[in-house]
């Protein structure tokens, strides 16, 4: 196999569009399956996790190999990775397209332009991925390819290319016509002249499609220019052109399901769509930090990028890679410079679905798999020979945050374990501790997000974890000036105990936090136990006098007291310092304090309006706005408490095209009427 041979195709587009059951043909049609699967039926090569059989949708990217036999007869090896389309598993998609040459973008025949096509065409565009746009479900009542089309041309204009035009007979796809070659093809691959209803429909689209060719080539565009009528021929080699510039995105259709159209794509997936070979070399990071180029090559040393992890805890792990350049043999080893360590390599897969290949060998550009190498994670880069790095893969904002605890008493080991090995296999979510609230936060990208960690969680792991709404990290404070006195006396028999001082409290603490000032003349309260004070102080402030939260920007002045010259200890004066703080904070107007958050909050600019009403009723402020192209860019500050579950909300408001991040900016007063609830919820939970 050589690597012009091999095409890495990363399937994606909106949720529900059929990207699963494309990949079902595709592998149908090539001989690697011998019966077409369906999601409905929970029996297709790429949706194997039981998560995503009970929900009939894709949760995890998955690979899937095939070999197809083109026109000229060579063996086509295509490494089909099948993307989740639900935004949550933004990650996956990331994942994806880090592995692949090249895209097709799955959307429906709805004749609207979906969110998740929007999405997929602009990160395409953006990072100039080759791509191929398949309009599925022209088998359905209703669907439209023309109308599809054009909602499509309308935001992306002469970008779009339409390679066919359905021939609909009784509102069903019989076939297709070859826009560039003028001939009408049926689902047995049989050609025959256009129909005269089709013509009008054909010309129109065949002066579009050869000028978006021209465009691409300096000697079509004077062929065009001049009146001279481009060959079929010509007219594919420009818009290969501009696909591969990523100027052009050529449009084709049919039924996944029905197997309408499927063997087209994959014509024009060989003829269109790059090999390894053809694309840009991969820029990386040498030995002293020297730029330097990867291409694939199978005479140099091996270089592989791990994009995917999957964590079973009865087979192991198996980390999906693709080679860069060089070859990856069974046996050889390879350095991973994250941890500066060697690793075997033991076995040597290719992948298809859940099912495991043996090889010996993975040449450059292809896409394979290592077996439980325990040091290896995602985003790492194994090298054959000097140290290389490359930019990490980047990931989605984890923003939606849930506390995670277990669901049985004594199963909390268990359940952080697991969600441990998680992490190895989604490099999105992240589990920390909250060091204010004491709380576990699961932080990934949204609720679903979320909640599907917790169903792997038990599925793979046989353990329950529950999620709950995590505690705000309110603080108290003082706004007045006061003092309080404490006095601690206790005779009970043997030596007593007595401590006595006098403490004023009032706002303005050097550090912004707690600031104790010994103002004590004439020694009434002795050198010896200042420090005690100090100390009972400190405990104190860690407990606020109206819902106990912590106090902060507390200045604490000792000004006064008096002693025992037999029963006076520090443990007294810890303790009448402790007094004197309860009474006088009472008396110094304490009140709550928010966190407040600094937001960065991107939309297209047509939802800037919606946004900045929302983030009024939020308590929010809005602190400015910018323009990137067609996007909005809100900056604005908000109490935290108003924006938990902002992530979903954001989406629903945006049609999922919205996207945040969040920053700590500062605590701010509670209003009198929200305070109110707060001590009231803060009793009920004591």
């Known amino acids: 196999m050589t690597t012009d041979t091999i095409r890495n195709v990363a399937i994606i587009g909106h949720s529900g569009e059929g990207k699963t059951t494309l990949a079902e043909a595709i592998l149908f049609n090539t001989g690697a399956i011998e019966r077409q699967g369906r999601t409905e039926d929970g029996n297709t090569v790429c949706d194997f996790d039981p998560e995503e059989i ?7 990217l998955a690979a899937a190999r095939c070999k197809y036999k083109d026109k000229k007869g060579r063996d086509i090896t295509f490494n089909l990775l099948d993307v989740p389309g639900f935004f949550d598993f933004e990650g996956e998609f990331n994942q994806a397209l880090e592995a692949c040459d090249s895209a097709v973008i799955v959307t429906g025949g709805s004749g609207t332009l979906t969110v998740g096509t929007e999405k997929a065409i602009e990160y395409c565009l953006k990072h100039e991925i080759p791509s191929i746009l398949f309009i599925n479900g022209l088998d359905k009542e209703n669907s439209s390819f023309i109308k599809t089309v054009s909602a499509i041309k309308e935001k992306y204009g002469n970008k779009i290319a339409p390679m066919i035009i359905p021939n609909m007979v009784d509102e069903k796809m019989k076939g297709f016509v070859k826009v560039a070659y003028g001939v009408l093809r049926d689902w047995e691959r049989n050609e025959s002249p256009i129909p005269d209803r089709l013509k009008a429909d054909w010309e129109e689209a065949r002066m579009a499609l050869a000028e978006a060719a021209a465009e691409n080539d300096e000697k079509l565009m004077d062929k065009f220019f001049e009146g001279v009528e481009l060959t079929g021929e010509e007219i594919e080699h420009g818009v290969k052109l501009g696909v591969k510039a990523c100027s052009t995105i050529t449009v084709l259709g049919g039924s996944a399901l029905k197997n309408q159209g499927i063997f087209n794509l994959m014509d024009k997936i060989v003829s269109t769509l790059p090999s390894p ?3 840009n070399d991969v820029v990386s990071v040498g030995a002293g930090g020297m730029e330097m180029v990867i291409s694939a ?7 592989v990028r791990v994009f995917k992890t999957i964590v079973d ?3 192991g792990k198996m980390n999906l890679f693709k080679v860069l350049t060089g070859i990856v043999k069974s046996g050889m080893t390879l350095s991973n410079p994250r941890t500066e360590s060697a690793e075997k390599i033991s076995a040597l897969y290719y992948v298809r679905g859940k099912k495991q290949i043996p090889t010996d060998v993975v040449s450059a550009g292809d896409i394979g798999a290592f077996a439980k190498l325990n040091n290896v994670q995602t985003g790492d880069v194994l090298v054959e020979g000097a140290k290389v790095t490359l930019p990490p893969i980047p990931m989605p904002a984890a923003e939606y945050a849930m506390a995670v605890g277990a669901a049985k008493k004594g199963e909390e080991d268990k359940v952080f374990a697991g969600l441990k090995r998680l992490q190895e296999e989604d490099i999105s979510f992240k589990v920390e501790k909250n060091h204010d609230t004491g709380e576990m936060l699961l932080e990934g990208v949204g609720e679903t997000h979320l909640a599907v960690i917790c169903k792997k969680l038990k599925a793979k792991f046989g353990c329950d974890a529950v999620l709950s709404e995590p505690k705000v990290a309110y603080r108290e404070t003082i706004r007045k000036c006061a003092e309080g006195e404490g006095k601690h006396k206790k005779q009970s028999g043997g030596a007593g105990q007595y401590g006595h001082c006098k403490v004023r409290f009032e706002p303005g603490a050097e550090d ?3 600031e104790f000032v010994d103002a004590v003349v004439g020694g ?6 200042i420090p005690a004070v100090d100390k009972g102080l400190r405990e104190a402030v860690k407990e606020g006098v109206l819902a ?8 604490c002045t000792l000004f006064d007291g008096s002693s025992h010259p037999v029963d006076s200890k520090e443990v007294a004066f810890v303790s009448a310092a402790k007094l004197a703080y309860a009474e006088g904070l009472k008396n110094a107007s304490p009140c709550i304090l928010e966190p407040v958050m600094r937001m960065e909050i991107v939309v297209p600019d047509n939802y800037m309006g919606d946004i900045m009403g929302d983030m009024n009723k939020r308590r929010g402020r809005i602190l400015g706005t910018d323009a990137i192209g067609s996007l909005a860019v809100i900056t604005a500050e908000a109490p935290q408490v108003e924006i938990l579950k902002y992530a979903t909300e954001l989406r629903s408001m945006t049609q999922g095209r919205g996207s945040y991040t969040t920053a700590f900016e500062r605590y701010e007063e509670v209003p009198a009427h929200l305070q109110d609830k707060i001590i009231a919820d803060k009793k009920k939970e004591a």
């Open 54 to 60: 009970a929900r009939k949708s894709s949760i995890s």
């Open 277 to 279: 070979e053809d694309r």
């Open 297 to 303: 090559d199978n005479n140099d040393k091996a270089i």
């Open 313 to 315: 805890p009865f087979v």
């Open 512 to 514: 912004g936090m707690y």
């Open 524 to 529: 009434v309260v002795p050198r010896q136990f």
């Open 548 to 555: 106990g939260y912590p106090v902060v920007n507390l200045k």
